[in-house]
Protein backbone atom coordinates (compact mmCIF):
# COMPACT_ATOMS: atom_id res chain seq x y z
CA UNK A 1 0.00 0.00 0.00
CA UNK A 2 1.29 3.24 -1.36
CA UNK A 3 -0.23 6.57 0.39
CA UNK A 4 1.58 9.83 -0.75
CA UNK A 5 1.56 12.91 -2.94
CA UNK A 6 2.86 13.96 -6.54
CA UNK A 7 3.18 17.39 -7.86
CA UNK A 8 -0.18 17.93 -5.46
CA UNK A 9 -1.75 15.41 -6.30
CA UNK A 10 -3.09 13.13 -3.21
CA UNK A 11 -2.14 9.03 -4.43
CA UNK A 12 -2.94 6.04 -2.67
CA UNK A 13 -2.06 2.82 -4.61
CA UNK A 14 -4.11 -0.10 -2.22
CA UNK A 15 -4.27 -3.94 -2.40
CA UNK A 16 -6.86 -5.17 -4.76
CA UNK A 17 -8.67 -7.71 -2.13
CA UNK A 18 -8.05 -11.66 -3.30
CA UNK A 19 -6.21 -10.26 -6.03
CA UNK A 20 -2.04 -10.00 -5.53
CA UNK A 21 -0.83 -9.03 -8.64
CA UNK A 22 -4.13 -5.91 -8.70
CA UNK A 23 -4.27 -2.62 -7.10
CA UNK A 24 -6.59 -0.03 -7.02
CA UNK A 25 -5.78 3.10 -8.18
CA UNK A 26 -7.36 6.47 -6.02
CA UNK A 27 -6.08 10.09 -6.80
CA UNK A 28 -7.77 13.01 -5.49
CA UNK A 29 -10.23 10.35 -4.03
CA UNK A 30 -11.41 9.41 -7.23
CA UNK A 31 -10.63 5.69 -7.95
CA UNK A 32 -9.44 5.34 -11.55
CA UNK A 33 -8.67 1.72 -11.19
CA UNK A 34 -10.22 -1.37 -9.27
CA UNK A 35 -7.97 -4.27 -10.86
CA UNK A 36 -4.86 -2.41 -12.13
CA UNK A 37 -2.40 -5.38 -12.98
CA UNK A 38 1.37 -4.93 -11.35
CA UNK A 39 2.68 -3.92 -7.82
CA UNK A 40 2.82 -0.58 -5.67
CA UNK A 41 6.03 0.65 -7.07
CA UNK A 42 5.07 0.21 -11.02
CA UNK A 43 1.18 2.07 -10.14
CA UNK A 44 3.01 4.65 -8.44
CA UNK A 45 5.62 5.05 -11.39
CA UNK A 46 2.39 4.94 -13.18
CA UNK A 47 1.04 7.73 -11.90
CA UNK A 48 4.07 9.74 -12.32
CA UNK A 49 4.78 9.35 -15.79
CA UNK A 50 1.07 10.69 -16.75
CA UNK A 51 1.11 13.67 -14.55
CA UNK A 52 4.61 15.07 -16.02
CA UNK A 53 2.71 13.76 -19.47
CA UNK A 54 -0.04 16.62 -18.38
CA UNK A 55 2.57 18.92 -17.01
CA UNK A 56 4.60 19.20 -20.14
CA UNK A 57 1.98 19.48 -22.49
CA UNK A 58 0.47 22.74 -20.93
CA UNK A 59 -1.49 21.55 -17.91
CA UNK A 60 -5.44 21.96 -17.59
CA UNK A 61 -7.13 22.95 -20.50
CA UNK A 62 -4.21 23.01 -22.62
CA UNK A 63 -2.72 18.94 -22.41
CA UNK A 64 -6.52 18.35 -24.13
CA UNK A 65 -5.79 19.94 -27.52
CA UNK A 66 -2.06 18.53 -27.67
CA UNK A 67 -2.91 15.14 -26.49
CA UNK A 68 -6.50 14.98 -27.97
CA UNK A 69 -9.34 15.05 -25.50
CA UNK A 70 -7.36 13.70 -22.63
CA UNK A 71 -6.79 14.59 -19.44
CA UNK A 72 -9.75 16.30 -18.98
CA UNK A 73 -10.74 15.29 -15.62
CA UNK A 74 -10.22 17.94 -12.78
CA UNK A 75 -8.82 14.54 -10.29
CA UNK A 76 -5.87 15.05 -12.67
CA UNK A 77 -4.69 18.14 -11.03
CA UNK A 78 -3.48 19.51 -7.73
CA UNK A 79 -6.72 20.92 -5.58
CA UNK A 80 -7.43 24.74 -5.53
CA UNK A 81 -5.16 25.60 -8.48
CA UNK A 82 -7.68 24.91 -11.24
CA UNK A 83 -11.15 25.87 -12.41
CA UNK A 84 -13.86 23.46 -13.55
CA UNK A 85 -15.92 24.29 -16.56
CA UNK A 86 -19.58 23.38 -16.97
CA UNK A 87 -18.23 20.70 -19.42
CA UNK A 88 -16.85 19.58 -16.30
CA UNK A 89 -13.16 20.08 -17.44
CA UNK A 90 -10.55 21.14 -15.97
CA UNK A 91 -8.90 24.56 -16.53
CA UNK A 92 -5.64 26.95 -15.91
CA UNK A 93 -7.72 29.39 -13.30
CA UNK A 94 -9.12 32.06 -15.66
CA UNK A 95 -8.29 29.81 -18.42
CA UNK A 96 -10.61 27.60 -21.01
CA UNK A 97 -10.19 24.47 -22.28
CA UNK A 98 -9.53 23.57 -25.66
CA UNK A 99 -10.06 20.34 -26.20
CA UNK A 100 -12.61 19.50 -29.02
CA UNK A 101 -15.59 19.46 -26.63
CA UNK A 102 -15.09 22.77 -25.60
CA UNK A 103 -14.15 24.99 -28.40
CA UNK A 104 -16.55 25.84 -31.33
CA UNK A 105 -14.52 25.72 -34.60
CA UNK A 106 -15.20 28.89 -36.91
CA UNK A 107 -13.85 30.03 -40.46
CA UNK A 108 -13.51 33.71 -38.33
CA UNK A 109 -11.42 31.78 -35.16
CA UNK A 110 -11.82 29.11 -32.99
CA UNK A 111 -14.10 29.94 -29.69
CA UNK A 112 -14.09 28.19 -26.37
CA UNK A 113 -17.58 27.18 -25.43
CA UNK A 114 -17.82 28.60 -22.28
CA UNK A 115 -16.23 31.98 -20.92
CA UNK A 116 -13.99 32.15 -17.98
CA UNK A 117 -15.53 32.08 -14.58
CA UNK A 118 -16.15 35.26 -12.47
CA UNK A 119 -13.65 35.01 -8.92
CA UNK A 120 -16.68 34.05 -6.88
CA UNK A 121 -17.23 31.09 -8.57
CA UNK A 122 -17.05 28.08 -6.33
CA UNK A 123 -13.67 26.37 -6.17
CA UNK A 124 -14.45 23.51 -7.49
CA UNK A 125 -17.06 24.19 -10.11
CA UNK A 126 -18.43 27.15 -11.97
CA UNK A 127 -21.72 27.41 -10.17
CA UNK A 128 -22.25 30.89 -7.19
CA UNK A 129 -22.94 30.33 -3.77
CA UNK A 130 -26.85 31.46 -4.26
CA UNK A 131 -27.69 28.86 -7.15
CA UNK A 132 -25.04 26.38 -6.12
CA UNK A 133 -26.36 22.70 -7.19
CA UNK A 134 -24.21 20.10 -4.54
CA UNK A 135 -24.16 17.34 -7.84
CA UNK A 136 -23.45 19.41 -11.06
CA UNK A 137 -20.52 18.12 -11.79
CA UNK A 138 -21.03 14.54 -10.21
CA UNK A 139 -19.15 15.27 -8.13
CA UNK A 140 -21.17 16.42 -4.88
CA UNK A 141 -19.97 19.09 -2.73
CA UNK A 142 -20.95 22.19 -1.46
CA UNK A 143 -19.91 25.78 -2.33
CA UNK A 144 -16.33 26.39 -1.27
CA UNK A 145 -14.69 29.75 -1.67
CA UNK A 146 -12.17 30.21 -4.58
CA UNK A 147 -8.66 30.35 -3.35
CA UNK A 148 -6.62 33.59 -3.73
CA UNK A 149 -4.71 31.79 -7.05
CA UNK A 150 -7.97 31.27 -8.85
CA UNK A 151 -9.56 34.35 -7.47
CA UNK A 152 -6.70 36.73 -9.08
CA UNK A 153 -6.02 34.93 -12.05
CA UNK A 154 -9.61 34.84 -12.96
CA UNK A 155 -9.39 38.66 -12.24
CA UNK A 156 -6.76 39.25 -14.23
CA UNK A 157 -8.38 37.78 -17.23
CA UNK A 158 -10.88 40.34 -16.23
CA UNK A 159 -8.73 42.98 -16.07
CA UNK A 160 -7.15 41.90 -19.03
CA UNK A 161 -9.99 42.23 -21.46
CA UNK A 162 -11.71 45.49 -20.12
CA UNK A 163 -10.90 49.07 -21.43
CA UNK A 164 -12.04 52.32 -20.52
CA UNK A 165 -14.29 54.07 -23.00
CA UNK A 166 -15.26 50.45 -24.54
CA UNK A 167 -18.80 49.62 -23.67
CA UNK A 168 -19.75 46.28 -23.90
CA UNK A 169 -21.29 45.82 -27.32
CA UNK A 170 -25.14 44.40 -27.13
CA UNK A 171 -25.65 40.55 -28.06
CA UNK A 172 -28.41 38.18 -29.92
CA UNK A 173 -31.21 38.05 -27.39
CA UNK A 174 -32.63 35.53 -29.59
CA UNK A 175 -34.08 32.15 -27.83
CA UNK A 176 -35.16 29.52 -29.25
CA UNK A 177 -38.86 29.01 -28.86
CA UNK A 178 -39.49 25.62 -27.80
CA UNK A 179 -38.02 23.46 -24.90
CA UNK A 180 -35.17 20.83 -25.90
CA UNK A 181 -34.86 17.33 -24.20
CA UNK A 182 -31.38 17.21 -22.45
CA UNK A 183 -31.91 21.58 -21.60
CA UNK A 184 -32.61 22.96 -18.28
CA UNK A 185 -33.42 26.06 -20.39
CA UNK A 186 -34.36 27.41 -23.92
CA UNK A 187 -31.57 27.85 -26.18
CA UNK A 188 -30.30 31.44 -26.16
CA UNK A 189 -27.89 32.48 -28.99
CA UNK A 190 -24.12 33.33 -28.33
CA UNK A 191 -23.42 35.63 -30.76
CA UNK A 192 -23.40 39.43 -31.24
CA UNK A 193 -26.59 41.09 -32.55
CA UNK A 194 -25.76 41.82 -36.47
CA UNK A 195 -23.90 37.91 -36.53
CA UNK A 196 -20.75 39.28 -37.62
CA UNK A 197 -19.27 36.65 -35.63
CA UNK A 198 -21.12 33.48 -36.48
CA UNK A 199 -20.07 31.00 -39.50
CA UNK A 200 -23.31 31.42 -41.20
CA UNK A 201 -25.52 34.69 -39.86
CA UNK A 202 -28.34 33.06 -41.10
CA UNK A 203 -28.59 30.63 -38.17
CA UNK A 204 -28.54 31.61 -34.23
CA UNK A 205 -26.14 29.05 -32.03
CA UNK A 206 -26.03 27.93 -28.65
CA UNK A 207 -23.17 27.29 -26.75
CA UNK A 208 -23.95 23.84 -27.19
CA UNK A 209 -24.00 24.16 -30.66
CA UNK A 210 -27.68 23.84 -31.33
CA UNK A 211 -28.84 26.04 -34.20
CA UNK A 212 -31.86 27.48 -35.80
CA UNK A 213 -33.12 29.97 -38.44
CA UNK A 214 -32.46 33.44 -37.91
CA UNK A 215 -36.11 35.51 -38.93
CA UNK A 216 -35.05 38.53 -41.12
CA UNK A 217 -34.90 41.30 -39.07
Known amino acids: MIRTTYRGRPIKVLAARGKPRQRKLIINGYTLHHGWQGDDAQ ?39 IDVNPAGHATHPGGVCACTLCVISDPCGDKARYAPLHPDACQHCWQFAHDHR ?50 LSRPQCLYFADHR ?21
Open 43 to 81: ALDWFRQIIDLIESNGGAGMVAMLIPGQYTAPHWYEPGT
Open 197 to 217: DASNPDFHYDHRGFRWLRKAA
Open 134 to 183: HNANFNSHFYTEPTPTQRAARQAVIDANCFEGDPDEATCDAVYPEKLSGY
